[in-house]
């Protein structure tokens, strides 16, 4: 039985503070320090691309720390890893993806090339299709997305704690914040122009790699039929599948 997704967030909600103390990598800030100094320049719109591409890399992190990593020898995790032999990089970005053995229908890339799928996706698509939706989740990292979500979360968070970091330990106070704002990143949609962008881009990584571009269509076609009963955790934050299936279909045709 199959446990459900915890979100670093949720997770960390509670332990922000280890965060500080956690060991930093050597050229890296603390995800703490990232967000405090984040906050002040944040109002700026300043916040740079390493600082976001090392906060992803924490993220990442604490999102495996939260979550069961499927081993190679566990079966979703032998699976993935002949689904995606040959895959170690893309586009230039070096990919590390591993499998959740966790029931929902979830996946996600950040921005240091981490892929995770989940069990529950697997269960329920084919390999290609499978492919198809790494590829959709690595176009939101080439593309950038991800980086304007997290600057406009980091916004949001700056705009939201102006009271609180006036009462002195912004450090502090950003920390126990934390486990909110990385909800947002997760949670927050794409605009549906950056979603048309990633499926584009999606069927062009799935003919680069000789993958079957169909297989982005009976996705869809598969994630609408679940739609129907809800609880499908990618629909949370994706547009109509029907339509992103039509509009596929029209593009591989
Ligand atoms: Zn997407």
């Given at each position: 039985?199959?446990?459900?997704?915890?979100?670093?967030?949720?997770?960390?909600?509670?332990?922000?503070?280890?965060?500080?103390?956690?060991?930093?990598p050597?050229?890296?800030?603390?995800l703490?320090?990232?967000?405090?100094?984040?906050?002040?320049?944040?109002?700026?719109?300043?916040?740079?691309?390493?600082e976001?591409?090392?906060?992803?890399?924490?993220?990442?992190?604490?999102?495996?720390?939260?979550?069961?990593?499927?081993?190679?020898?566990?079966?979703?995790?032998?699976?993935?890893?002949?689904?995606?032999?040959?895959?170690?990089?893309?586009?230039?970005?070096?990919?590390?993806?591993?499998?959740?053995?966790?029931?929902?229908?979830?996946?996600?890339?950040?921005?240091?090339?981490?892929?995770?799928?989940?069990?529950?996706?697997?269960?329920?698509?084919?390999?290609?299709?499978?492919?198809?939706?790494?590829?959709?989740?690595?176009?939101?990292?080439?593309?950038?997305?991800?980086?304007?979500?997290?600057?406009?979360?980091?916004?949001?968070?700056?705009?939201?704690?102006?009271a609180g970091?006036?009462?002195?330990?912004?450090?502090?106070?950003a920390?126990?914040?934390?486990?909110?704002?990385?909800?947002?990143?997760?949670?927050?949609?794409?605009?549906?122009?950056a979603?048309?962008?990633?499926?584009?881009?999606?069927l062009?990584?799935m003919?680069?790699?000789?993958?079957?571009?169909?297989?982005?269509?009976?996705?869809?076609?598969?994630?609408?039929?679940?739609?129907?009963?809800?609880?499908?955790?990618?629909?949370?934050?994706h547009?109509?599948?029907?339509?992103?299936?039509?509009?596929?279909?029209?593009?591989?045709?």
């Open positions: 039985m199959l446990k459900t997704f915890r979100n670093a967030g949720a997770a960390l909600a509670g332990v922000g503070a280890i965060i500080a103390l956690a060991a930093v050597a050229n890296s800030q603390s703490g320090g990232i967000i405090g100094s984040a906050k002040k320049v944040a109002a700026a719109a300043s916040v740079s691309d390493e976001i591409v090392a906060y992803f890399g924490q993220m990442s992190e604490k999102m495996d720390a939260s979550n069961p990593i499927a081993t190679p020898d566990d079966p979703y995790g032998a699976r993935l890893a002949a689904l995606t032999e040959g895959l170690d990089s893309y586009d230039g970005l070096d990919l590390d993806i591993k499998a959740y053995l966790v029931k929902d229908v979830n996946a996600f890339a950040m921005g240091d090339g981490t892929v995770r799928i989940m069990a529950g996706l697997m269960d329920k698509f084919e390999d290609d299709e499978v492919r198809c939706v790494i590829g959709h989740e690595i176009g939101h990292v080439k593309l950038r997305h991800g980086q304007k979500r997290m600057k406009r979360a980091l916004q949001q968070d700056a705009a939201l704690s102006v970091t006036a009462s002195g330990d912004a450090r502090r106070i920390n126990s914040e934390l486990g909110g704002l990385i909800q947002n990143v997760m949670y927050a949609q794409h605009s549906q122009k979603e048309r962008s990633s499926d584009d881009y999606a062009e990584f003919a680069a790699n000789g993958y079957n571009q169909e297989a982005c269509a009976t996705a869809m076609d598969k994630l609408a039929e679940m739609s129907a009963g809800g609880g499908v955790e990618l629909l949370r934050t547009p109509s599948p029907a339509k992103r299936a039509k509009r596929m279909r029209k593009k591989i045709s």
